[in-house]
């Protein structure tokens, strides 16, 4: 089982960049979002779906269809150009996912 | 602050072994359960291993498994990785994470990371 992320998503600033995470037949209790700046560590942007933890602004928000978890960048900044990874539990197989991570371009 | 900080990466030639150490301080260690997750260079992040509060339960991905071994002194508010038999393949950033609550939550804080470099 894996999870499907697009490689790359390209986005002018202002607009809304999405990305997607998709998590078809995979037993989870929900999606996390990090976001990995180059020469960093990750840090988390969204937990369990929608979850935004202090610090985070408010333009990053998250959903889950249950088949496609989505993470949302609202008023796309410079800033926000980075590496996007989601993460899950996988309780069928007892192992922790990662997606294959998305690189956002801001434009 | 809360803090995690690996050492122990270095070169190694293939086959051979390493331990890789993880401090933890800012918080009450023996609490939370602790994750090593990898990225090897330009590439994505890997889970490796998973262990419990009080060693309770173990995990290891598919890719590591027989090979690696993970642990943790309470007493000493640290984790650590076993990785013996090292391939090429094992060459990444290794990081050290804590989860915040129950086994399917999130990682946060996340170490700077230590690279180990498998390579003759």
């Known amino acids: 089982n894996v999870l499907t992320q697009p490689p790359s998503l390209s986005v002018a600033p202002g607009r809304t960049a999405r990305i997607t995470c998709g998590v078809k037949g995979i037993a989870t209790e929900g999606v996390h979002w990090y976001q990995q700046k180059p020469g960093q560590a990750p840090v988390v942007v969204i937990y369990?779906?929608?979850g935004r933890p202090s610090g985070i602004p408010e333009r990053f928000s998250g959903s889950n269809s249950g088949n496609t978890a989505t993470l949302t960048i609202s008023g796309v900044e410079a800033g926000d150009e980075a590496d996007y990874y989601c993460q899950v539990w996988d309780s069928s197989n007892l192992h922790v996912l990662f997606g294959g991570g998305t690189k956002l371009t801001v434009l | 602050e809360k803090q995690l900080v690996e050492s122990g990466g270095r070169l190694v030639p293939p086959g051979g072994s390493l331990r890789l150490s993880c401090a933890a301080s800012g918080f009450t260690f023996s609490s939370y359960k602790v994750n090593w997750v990898r990225q090897a260079p330009g590439k994505g992040l890997e889970w490796v291993s998973y262990?419990?509060?009080?060693?309770?339960?173990?995990y290891y991905a598919d890719s590591v498994k027989g090979r690696f071994t993970i642990t943790r002194d309470d007493g000493k508010n640290s984790v650590y990785l076993q990785m013996n038999s090292l391939r090429a393949e094992d060459t990444a950033v290794y990081y050290c994470?804590?989860?915040?609550?129950?086994?399917?939550?999130?990682?946060?804080?996340w170490g700077q990371g230590t690279l180990v470099t498998v390579s003759s």
């Open positions: 994470v804590r989860l915040l609550g129950t086994i399917s939550s999130w990682f946060d804080p």
């Open positions: 369990y779906d929608g």
């Open positions: 262990i419990g509060t009080s060693s309770s339960t173990i």
